[in-house]
C-alpha cells in the first residue's frame, strides 16, 4: 500500500482478511474524521455485528483527541482532532483493536429491547398514500386498494396482508444504525426467515406521517417527523422523536432509539395507537424498554445455521413471486 | 434585549463548534457556516470565540438594541449602519440604547455575515448546543431563523468600553472573491476503486460553478458526467454512485448520482452515496462566504500534514495577538 505521506490517495492503509475477519480499510474523510470499513459490499448483519464489536473497543480506550464514531452497515466514521491524535496513530492503533477486538463468536453486543405498537394498515398512513394517488401517480403498482401492504405481500409471495403483518411481528428487528435526520432508525429482521423486501416509491411521495414504519430493499425504517419519503408504508407506530421531550423516554434528548437496539413491534388498532399517542404526550405512556440486555453472537449464528433451509425456502418463493408483479 | 426589526433573508443564533457527539444519533452539528468569521466577532467583542452569535445569510437584518454593548460584525460586506452611520467590519464599536443596527442585502463578495454582542446571545442550550439546527427545528432562537417582532435576551456583561475599537488586523482578514481555491483531501470513496483517476483530475481542476439551490444543508455544485470505476452500486442500488450506507463526515463532498453537493453545518448524518473528497478544517470556512448561483471553486488537494499544518495557522489567527486597537 502506499505510505501515510503519500499524495493522490484515499486509502490510508489495509488489514486483509484472516480466517477471523473481513478485511479492513482505512479511508481519510478529511483531516478530522476516518472511515473504517469492513470486507466486501454485501449486506449481512455478521459485520454489523463486529462494527459494534469495534465501536465499544474504541469507545473504551477513551484516545485523547477522539470526537464521536459514527457505526453504520459496515462501517465506522471517527470523527477525532488529528492534531491531538495523529492520524497514523489513530490508524495504528486501530489496527491493533483488530487483535482485540471479540471475532463473532465470543461477541457479546450490549442491545435494549424496544416495543413498539403498531397499527398496520393505518387510516394515517393510508390519507398520505390516497393523496399521493390523487397528486402524484394515479397509476402506481404498488399501491393496491389504497396502501402498500398489499403490494408487499404480493411482492414477497405472501397469501394476504394478515401474513405480512404475522411475518413483521414474528421477528425482532436490528437497529444496525441511525442517521439521515435525527433518530431515523435502518433496521433489519434478526429472523431472515421474515425478510421480505419492496422496490422503492417511483418518484417518491411528498409526504409521509410521523411515526409511519416502512420498508424499502431489506431495511424498515420509522419516520422521526412528517416528511417526504420513499419506503413502502405498513402502519405507524408512536413518537421515536419529541423536540418538546414530553415524555421521561425523551428525557436525555429528543431521540428514542439507539444503534443496536431490537425492536419488537405489536400490533393494536387505530383506536389503541391513537389512546397511546395521548399518553405518551401527557407524559403518562411508559415505553417497553428492556435495557441491559445483549445480543450473543454466537448464539445467533448458530440459530441462523439451524434455520438455513427455511431462509432458503422463502427467498425461493420471494424470486418467484416478484417475477409476477410489476415495480413502481 | 435583541428587538429584531426585520429578520432578513435567514438569520440564526449559532454557536460554535455547535451540537457535536449527536453524529450516531442522525444529527449534524449544526452551527457557524464560516467558523472564521464567526469566532473573530466573537474574540472582537470580549466574548468566548465560540459563544452565540448571529449567523445573518444574505442580509437584511435589522435590529434595535437596549443597553450598553460592544458589537462587532464580520464576514460578508452588508454595508452595516448604526442609526444610518456605516460600521466598519472586522472591528467592534459601542451601541447603546435604542439604537438601530442594520445590515443590507449582499451584493458584492461573500454571503454571510456575523454579528457579536458583548456577553452573547441568551437562548436554551438544546442537546448541549446553542446553534439552530434548520433541519430538525431546533436549538438557537425557537428552532427558527429570527423574523420581525422576536425579542432576544442578552446575558449580563460587564461595561463594554474596555471591547470596543478592537480591530482584527488587515493582514489576518479573509480576501473574499468570486473565484475560491478551497482545500480538500481525497477520499473517502474516490480512485481507483470508485471514481477513475481521470474523475479526481477533473474534480481538482474543474471550475465548479455553485448551484443557486445551496443552503445550510448543503452546497449544490454542477452535475458532471462521471467516468466511474464501477458499472452499478452493486447490492447498494443500480447507481454507480450508490453505496450501502456510511456515516458522511461534515464538510464532505457527497456525489449524489451526477451531482456533488458539499454536506455543511445541518447536513444528513448519512447516507448511501460516495464522498468523493473532503474540506479540512483549515478550508470549510470558505463554503459559507460561497454566494450561490454565482460563484465558482476550486479544489486544491492537500495532504493531512499540509491540512494539519493550515489548521494550525488558522487557530492561530483567530487569537487576541491579531488584534489592534483602533
Request: glycine share 10%; net charge neutral; charged share 20%.
Amino acid at each position: 500500500m502506499p505510505g501515510m505521506h503519500d499524495r493522490n490517495t484515499a486509502v490510508i492503509d489495509v488489514l486483509p482478511a484472516t480466517a477471523d475477519r473481513p478485511r479492513v480499510m482505512y479511508r481519510y474523510a478529511g483531516d478530522r474524521f476516518l472511515l473504517v470499513e469492513y470486507g466486501e459490499m454485501v449486506l449481512d448483519l455478521t459485520m454489523n455485528f463486529r462494527i459494534f464489536g469495534l465501536n465499544d473497543t474504541v469507545k473504551k480506550a477513551e484516545l485523547d483527541g477522539l470526537v464521536e464514531t459514527v457505526p453504520a452497515l459496515r462501517s465506522i466514521l471517527i470523527h477525532y482532532d488529528s492534531r491531538r491524535l495523529p492520524t497514523h496513530m489513530l490508524v495504528d492503533t486501530l489496527k491493533k483493536m483488530e487483535e482485540t477486538v471479540p471475532p463473532g463468536e465470543n461477541l457479546n453486543i450490549p442491545s435494549r429491547r424496544v416495543e413498539l405498537p403498531i397499527a398496520f394498515s393505518d387510516r394515517w398512513t393510508r390519507a398520505d398514500i390516497e393523496r399521493y394517488v390523487k397528486y402524484t401517480r394515479q397509476d402506481a403498482p404498488n399501491i393496491v386498494n389504497g396502501h402498500n401492504i398489499e403490494y408487499i405481500a404480493q411482492y414477497n409471495g405472501l397469501r394476504s396482508v394478515q401474513a405480512v403483518i404475522d411475518y413483521i411481528c414474528a421477528t425482532e428487528w436490528w437497529n444496525a444504525c441511525i442517521g439521515f435526520w435525527p433518530g431515523l432508525p435502518f433496521m433489519f429482521p434478526l429472523d431472515p426467515r421474515y425478510a421480505i423486501v419492496t422496490p422503492k416509491y417511483n418518484p417518491t411521495r411528498p409526504w409521509t406521517p410521523e411515526g409511519a414504519v416502512g420498508i424499502g430493499g431489506p431495511c424498515v425504517a420509522i419516520y422521526p417527523v412528517q416528511s417526504p419519503g420513499g419506503y413502502q408504508l405498513f402502519g405507524r407506530t408512536i413518537p421515536i422523536f419529541d423536540l418538546k421531550q414530553r415524555n421521561p423516554a425523551f428525557k436525555m434528548n429528543p431521540i428514542l432509539l439507539k444503534p443496536a437496539d431490537r425492536i419488537q413491534w405489536v400490533p393494536v388498532s387505530d383506536a389503541e395507537l391513537e389512546s397511546i399517542r395521548e399518553k405518551v404526550y401527557d407524559g403518562t405512556y411508559r415505553y417497553k424498554i428492556v435495557a441491559y440486555e445483549a445480543l450473543n453472537v454466537k448464539s445467533y449464528l448458530g440459530f441462523l445455521d439451524s434455520i438455513k433451509s427455511e431462509i432458503a425456502a422463502f427467498q425461493q418463493r420471494q424470486a418467484e413471486a416478484v417475477k409476477h408483479v410489476a415495480i413502481p | 434585549m435583541f428587538e429584531v426589526l426585520e429578520g432578513g433573508i435567514q438569520t440564526t443564533v449559532q454557536d460554535y463548534p455547535g451540537r457535536v457527539g449527536y453524529l450516531d444519533l442522525g444529527t449534524y452539528p449544526a452551527g457557524p457556516m464560516d467558523h472564521f468569521a464567526f469566532r473573530v466577532a466573537n474574540l472582537l467583542v470580549g466574548n468566548a470565540q465560540g459563544a452565540a452569535a448571529l449567523e445573518v445569510t444574505a442580509g437584511g437584518l435589522k435590529a434595535r438594541f437596549q443597553d450598553r454593548r460592544a458589537v462587532a460584525i464580520t464576514g460578508a460586506d452588508m454595508q452595516p449602519t448604526l442609526n444610518g452611520k456605516p460600521v466598519p467590519l472586522w472591528e467592534s464599536v459601542g451601541v447603546g440604547p435604542d439604537d438601530m443596527l442594520e445590515l443590507k442585502i449582499v451584493r458584492g463578495a461573500g454571503f454571510r455575515a456575523y454579528v457579536a454582542v458583548s456577553g452573547a446571545f441568551d437562548v436554551p442550550e438544546y442537546m448541549g448546543s446553542r446553534a439552530t439546527f434548520t433541519v430538525g427545528g431546533f436549538g438557537g432562537f425557537e428552532g427558527r431563523g429570527l423574523k420581525k417582532g422576536d425579542r432576544v435576551l442578552l446575558n449580563r456583561a460587564g461595561a463594554p468600553d474596555r471591547m470596543i475599537g478592537r480591530r482584527l488586523r488587515t493582514n489576518a482578514r479573509p480576501q473574499y472573491g468570486s473565484q475560491w481555491e478551497i482545500e480538500a483531501m481525497r477520499g473517502p470513496q474516490a480512485d481507483p476503486d470508485y471514481m477513475t483517476a481521470e474523475d479526481m483530475e477533473f474534480f481538482f481542476s474543474h471550475a465548479w460553478k455553485v448551484d443557486r439551490n445551496s443552503n445550510r444543508m448543503g452546497v449544490r455544485l454542477e452535475s458532471h458526467k462521471w467516468q466511474w470505476a464501477r458499472t452499478s452500486g452493486g447490492v447498494a442500488g443500480g447507481h454507480p454512485s450508490n453505496i450501502l450506507d456510511d456515516g458522511y463526515a461534515v464538510w464532505t463532498v457527497n456525489v449524489c448520482g451526477d451531482q456533488p453537493i458539499i454536506l455543511v453545518a445541518d447536513g444528513p448524518s448519512l447516507g448511501g452515496f460516495i464522498c468523493n473528497a473532503t474540506l479540512i478544517y483549515a478550508s470549510t470556512w470558505k463554503v459559507g462566504q460561497l454566494v450561490p448561483g454565482r460563484d465558482t471553486i476550486r479544489f486544491k488537494e492537500v495532504t493531512i500534514d499540509q491540512a494539519t499544518q493550515l489548521a494550525g495557522s488558522v487557530d492561530e489567527t483567530i487569537a487576541e495577538s491579531s488584534i489592534e486597537r483602533g
